[in-house]
């Protein structure tokens, strides 16, 4: 397992939409975006590239719009009616374009879509990191479940304040105040 690198890194919001974030419990809901607002400035900040997934917004509402007014410019927002969205052709299309091979995910719920995202995305030979406080699932036991079997399968579990650490990589990075700054 490496470490987390800038220049290898996409990051992918799965699924944080408006009626599907209203079922969370509302602290829960709350720190998810929260941290990926946190994640959205960084990847802005660092160039990194993101991905946007929303698993059939007529019935689960568009992505929160709190998170929506964040995103960095030519964010593409993907729809999709597959649980793993890397099954999905726009996803699989832009990751491979990027030729980066490190993957960061947050997203809801963690025991559905981020857990077969990441299944997937590990048997297509990318490296997966979970932000486990940027993701969330109805259940808290849902959850530590879908995490332990996505640590099982080889994906890195990881943090927020960590990762945004490890792209900064040196305290004498031109970045590092303004991010340093958004851990709360």
């Not at 990051?11 to 959205?40: C, H, K, N, T, Y």
């Not at 579990?157 to 990589?169: A, D, K, M, P, R």
Request: hydrophobic content about 45%; glycine content about 4%; overall charge neutral.
């Amino acid at each position: 397992m490496s470490i987390a690198d800038s220049h290898n890194s996409t990051l992918m919001v799965i699924d944080i939409q408006e009626r599907l974030a209203s079922a969370m419990p509302q602290g829960v809901r709350d720190r998810v975006i929260e941290q990926v607002s946190v994640l959205l400035a960084a990847a802005e900040r660092l160039s990194i590239p993101v991905l946007v997934t929303e698993q059939y917004p007529r019935g689960l509402g568009p992505t929160e719009p709190a998170l929506l007014k964040k995103l960095p410019a030519n964010t593409p927002v993907i729809e999709k009616t597959k649980f793993s969205s890397a099954k999905v052709e726009p996803v699989t299309e832009a990751l491979q374009k990027s030729e980066r091979k490190q993957v960061f995910l947050a997203g809801m719920e963690t025991h559905i879509c981020v857990l077969q995202t990441t299944l997937d995305l590990l048997k297509q030979g990318y490296e997966v990191f979970v932000i486990e406080d940027a993701v969330s699932s109805r259940a808290k036991g849902n959850q530590f479940n879908a995490l332990q079997r996505m640590r099982l399968a080889g994906a890195v579990i990881t943090n927020v304040e960590s990762l945004l650490f490890e792209w900064l990589g040196d305290a004498t990075h031109p970045e590092f105040k303004t991010l340093s700054k958004l851990i709360v």
